[in-house]
């Protein structure tokens, strides 16, 4: 999820309490146990897996991004407010995703060519990135 308001708290009621239950968070699988929790930062890509025959119960709970100022506070509780629905993810059959859900999957797709293309050559990486912002740059001053 692109928006940052958040923190998830997933807490295994009922589950298979194995492996193959989990949820994956950046790359990194977290399986799912009976009274155990897992908190992790939303904007991670995460998604779950249960490839075992049981059903699993899980607590999921938002937590509220701790905020240094009141007025950051009061910004983020604007965008919860407004824009969660947009982010939204389905949890039920026949639940819509969200449009900004949806873009950000391609924003991670891209993502991943562009570091891909970073660890082939750092070199022509970051000269093709200084390329591409000026070219930004003059498009958006010709306008």
């Known amino acids: 999820d692109p928006y940052a308001g958040s923190l998830r708290y997933h807490l295994g009621l009922e589950t298979p309490n194995h492996n193959d239950c989990y949820i994956r968070v950046d790359g990194e699988n977290y399986s799912w ?5 897992v908190m992790f930062d939303e904007t991670y890509v995460h998604e779950a897996y249960n490839k075992t025959q049981a059903d ?20 983020n509780r604007f965008l919860a407010k407004h824009l969660v ?6 949890n039920e059959e026949g639940d819509q995703t969200g449009v900004i859900n949806r873009l950000f999957h391609y924003a991670w797709v891209i993502g991943q060519y562009r570091r891909r293309f970073k660890r082939w050559n750092k070199t022509v990486y970051q000269i093709t990135r200084v390329v591409l912002i000026v070219l ?5 001053w010709r306008l």
């Open 33 to 37: 146990r009976d009274g155990q929790a």
């Open 56 to 75: 699993r119960i899980i607590l999921f709970c938002d937590v509220e991004r701790p905020m240094r100022y009141r007025w950051a506070q009061a910004v």
């Open 85 to 90: 629905t947009a982010a939204s993810s389905p």
């Open 136 to 140: 930004v740059c003059y498009l958006i």
